[in-house]
């Protein structure tokens, strides 16, 4: 429930009075609902080479509020700061954080491209997406079953016959890395996280 109907509430209890004494009025309850829906996620997608490993989910970014408090119904939109012109560029061994505002976003990545051939990760960039709209790409080496929207795999295009996958590590955090699960082969490539610090909150109150 957002801050201003909070207040609106603290502020219906107090009770003021002809000589400016204030005295509260009796404690009451007041039962209140609220359903939080995701409108947005927020995306990671690594490019290697010419090639896209795909939109790994990491995290909500817009909410939409709907609830009642006594007899009346309210509604709110949650949105985190936009991430316009924001991305990670992995060095050989580090990662630079462009585009950031530290104000609104914690960010941070690490980058380790020293330990395999082929064509080095050259950026991971992010989007908002509707969740229904988030399309991972599954390799013969994640064929499960289910519609997986938090990790994403390629065949490798270091290794073609190989994979490469982005996986959710966290909220708001990822894990690149290269065959996973094959001791031999196993590769950790890069990772960060990309993290909301502000959120702008509207609403409406209905009576």
């Not at 957002?2 to 007041?30: E, H, P, R």
């Not at 991971?124 to 988030?134: D, H, K, L, N, Q």
């Not at 490798?156 to 894990?175: K, M, V, W």
Request: hydrophobic fraction near 35%; charged fraction near 15%.
């Amino acid at each position: 429930m957002g801050i201003g109907f909070v207040l609106a509430l603290a502020g219906a209890a107090m009770l003021y009075v002809s000589k400016g004494d204030v005295k509260t009025s009796a404690q009451t309850n007041t039962p209140y609902t609220s359903t939080w829906t995701a409108s947005s996620v927020l995306t990671v997608d690594a490019r290697v080479g010419t090639s896209q490993v795909g939109q790994a989910a990491l995290g909500v970014w817009g909410w939409t509020v709907a609830g009642t408090v006594g007899s009346k119904s309210f509604t709110e939109t949650w949105q985190a700061p936009s991430i316009t012109g924001v991305s990670f560029t992995p060095r050989s061994v580090g990662c630079d954080l462009v585009g950031l505002n530290a104000q609104q976003l914690l960010g941070g990545c690490f980058a380790d491209q020293n330990e395999i051939g082929g064509p080095d990760t050259s950026s991971y960039t992010f989007a908002v997406r509707p969740p229904s709209e988030v399309v991972s790409n599954k390799s013969r080496y994640n064929s499960g079953s289910g519609l997986q929207r938090a990790i994403s795999c390629i065949n490798s295009p270091r290794n073609g016959d190989e994979t490469e996958c982005l996986i959710q590590s966290g909220s708001y955090a990822f894990q690149h890395v290269h065959e996973p699960g094959f001791p031999s082969r196993d590769r950790w490539l890069g990772g960060g996280v990309l993290m909301p610090l502000v959120w702008t909150v509207t609403g409406s109150i209905r009576n």
